[in-house]
């Protein structure tokens, strides 16, 4: 599904801002952070100066018309990589626009605690005066006033105004799907949510701010490959210069404009006009994928990524697992299990715990007890439960169940063992409930895996990429379920520092890791991935830790995300390929012109047969320039990406921008010298 913010590359609007930011970039402390450009720029402002000292009388350096020609070439030249750039930037602005529309002043129902009547009151404030911890209200109809997660309740809601989907999400308190954006509607029901940002620094701000490309730097490839441009800049400005006493040797008049030409020709202005554009289109088609980047490295680094993480609740199972049978224990009746088993989830806010007392069909109320104590689930105990007067209830994994009963000196029903085996090896979660120490039965709970998994995991494969199963599960459970989800690997009762240790044993080993999570408990592994990217219906933690946060809550969405990484890489390797390339035609026509005249046997280098020097020159400057706005569109779309292998891609980029690259110039530079040459 496309963002329905995208805005078309060729809107009218977004083209005359690009060319208006274009003359804007024009100032040096703007240029100076692309040295290939700048070089260009200070090769402009040298051209102008000759055109000046032609006006005043100087002879040497030819005609007033050929000079002016030169300068308004390499003017262009300039323009045109600053539009590329000022259009990428466009594009983003003006989706940020589009965005803004949903960031309106929106009155929220702030809760006041304990009012002059002992109760809470409820008054209208603006959004912009919530700030974190505090708590307010929505009911059907109201939007959502800032971030925050639901503490109380359980609503239907419309999140078309950020992600571009129509269809409306449930979101409740508990679990992995309580977190809500400031900007979406409640459609049903009435929540209570408490704020998690300050002023600001909600979600959709940070998404205006980097689709607005204000946070957005350099990536590390970015970065060397300018340093590789500076460097080849740098060797051609020495070329250029050593080529003044060859000239003078051969007694071979070189006009600076000749120079300055041969020099812009040489160095790779192709890529240096397009490389920024190149990056903030990576960002741009990550948004447009619905997915928010906080940064254009880890888009990068998605393209390079070994391994993927995935937890399987809300990731690679719909998220709520579903409670679907008791299985009382030998001499133990049915009702005593369900009854148990109910208690042990009054305080239980997860969609499972709720699920238990959707199925027995009993309200908890209806049990009279006197001043229980609930016991909530942790990661260690990996157990629940609730303790009134003299009993002792609870409900957990098979191990943790079958620990605490036997330390009570109990012996673990075999008959519940098998069940739980039965349960696990069919892709279902056992929970075994026990009153006072003494097993009681086992609860089954089922996963429902997300519809076209094993396909789009398959299709990971074929790019390269191990995909690994984490959960919390038994490891007959975690088996069935990633033998049905088709990962390559499992983690199975894991705990959050599981995860942490299995990213950092891989990176270890030299391998790229992304992580993708929802809950809270994801959040460290989040954070140490070297792609975290969290699920948009997740805690906030989550959305945090990750430097990506996907808002369509597709677990299979980091396909597109490596997908557009590569992309990314390709888009920039093949346009440094062709733009190196280029250089082989240029060097037939320049070079040939400057000497010609006192060297004739160069005339066998001139291939392509130039009409005269000055042609020549002209027709490789312009080709230089004309080159940068007919690549734009291929570098803020990117090269197309098929999972065919490495060596695939790279000898399919070879053969057509490495060879094109070097056709191409010479058939431009032809047919640009046959139109140049009726002019001169």
């Not at 609730?386 to 009963?405: E, H, P």
């Not at 690994?468 to 990962?487: E, S």
């Amino acid at each position: 599904m496309k963002n329905k913010n995208h805005v078309s590359l060729f809107d009218s609007a977004l083209m005359k801002g690009a060319l208006k930011q274009s003359f804007i970039k024009l100032n040096p402390k703007n240029m100076y952070k692309n040295p290939v450009m700048f070089a260009v720029e200070i090769g402009t402002a040298v051209m102008l100066l000759v055109c000046a000292s032609i006006l005043c009388g100087e002879k040497e350096q030819g005609s007033f018309v050929y000079n002016l020609t030169v300068f308004l070439i390499l003017f262009a030249t300039l323009l045109f990589a600053n539009f590329a750039e000022a259009l990428a930037e466009a594009r983003g602005k003006a989706q940020a626009d589009s965005l803004r529309k949903t960031r309106e002043e929106t009155p929220a129902k702030k809760i006041f605690p304990l009012g002059e009547f002992k109760v809470d009151e409820i008054k209208i404030v603006s959004s912009a005066s919530l700030v974190k911890g505090d708590v307010f209200i929505c009911e059907a109809g109201d939007i959502i006033p800032t971030d925050g997660e639901i503490i109380e309740g359980i609503a239907t809601i419309d999140e078309s105004a950020i992600t571009g989907e129509s269809a409306p999400v449930i979101r409740e308190s508990g679990g992995d799907k309580s977190s809500v954006t400031g900007g979406t509607k409640v459609l049903s029901d009435k929540i209570k949510v408490q704020v998690t940002t300050e002023p600001g620094e909600n979600f959709l701000d940070k998404m205006i701010a980097l689709v607005e490309g204000a946070s957005r730097q350099k990536t590390p490839n970015e970065i060397a490959l300018t340093i590789l441009l500076a460097a080849f800049t740098l060797i051609f400005i020495i070329v250029c210069v050593t080529l003044k006493p060859f000239a003078d040797y051969a007694h071979t008049p070189i006009t600076i404009a000749a120079f300055i030409s041969l020099f812009v020709c040489l160095i790779p202005t192709t890529i240096g006009g397009l490389l920024s554009a190149i990056g903030i289109a990576g960002m741009d088609r990550a948004l447009r994928a619905n997915v928010i980047t906080k940064s254009g490295k880890a888009v990068e680094t998605a393209g390079d990524i070994d391994v993927l993480l995935l937890d399987k609740t809300g990731t690679i199972t719909i998220g709520n697992r579903k409670a679907t049978h008791f299985y009382a224990a030998d001499g133990i009746e049915e009702q005593q299990l369900i009854k148990s088993a109910v208690l042990s989830s009054m305080a239980d806010e997860t969609p499972e715990g709720k699920s238990i007392i959707e199925l027995a069909g009993i309200n908890p109320r209806d049990y009279e007890i006197n001043n229980p104590t609930y016991i909530k689930f942790t990661a260690e105990t990996r157990s629940s439960g609730i303790n009134f007067g003299d009993t002792r209830i609870r409900k957990g994994a098979y191990d943790a169940i079958k620990t605490i009963s036997e330390k009570a000196g109990n012996i673990f029903p075999t008959e519940v063992a098998e069940k739980v085996r039965i349960i696990s090896s069919n892709g279902g979660t056992p929970l075994v409930v026990s009153q006072n120490e003494k097993v009681l039965g086992v609860i089954e709970l089922q996963d429902i895996i997300k519809t076209g998994i094993l396909e789009r995991f398959e299709r990971l494969r074929k790019m390269g990429v191990k995909t690994v199963m984490v959960t919390g599960d038994n490891p007959l459970t975690a088996k069935f379920i990633a033998q049905k989800a088709g990962v390559d690997d499992f983690i199975a009762e894991a705990k959050p520092e599981d995860k942490m240790n299995y990213i950092k044993k891989e990176q270890q080993s030299g391998k790229l890791v992304a992580m993708m999570g929802d809950g809270t408990n994801d959040a460290p592994a989040l954070a140490q991935a070297d792609v975290g990217v969290a699920m948009n219906s997740g805690t906030q933690a989550a959305k945090e830790a990750g430097n990506m946060v996907d808002l369509d809550n597709d677990p299979t969405k980091l396909i597109e995300i490596v997908e557009i990484g590569k992309q990314l890489l390709m888009t920039r390797g093949t346009l440094t390929t062709f733009s190196i390339a280029n250089d082989v035609a240029k060097y037939f026509a320049i070079v040939p012109a400057l000497f010609i005249a006192s060297i004739p046997a160069l005339q066998g280098l001139n291939i392509m047969n130039l009409h005269s020097p000055q042609s020549a020159i002209l027709s490789a400057v312009i080709f230089n320039a004309i080159i940068i706005p007919v690549l734009i569109p291929l570098a803020l779309k990117g090269v197309a990406y098929k999972p065919i292998g490495a060596s695939a891609i790279l000898q399919r980029n070879l053969l057509i921008y490495g060879l094109g690259g070097i056709i191409i110039p010479f058939i431009g530079i032809k047919l640009i010298d046959l139109f140049v040459s009726l002019f001169i």
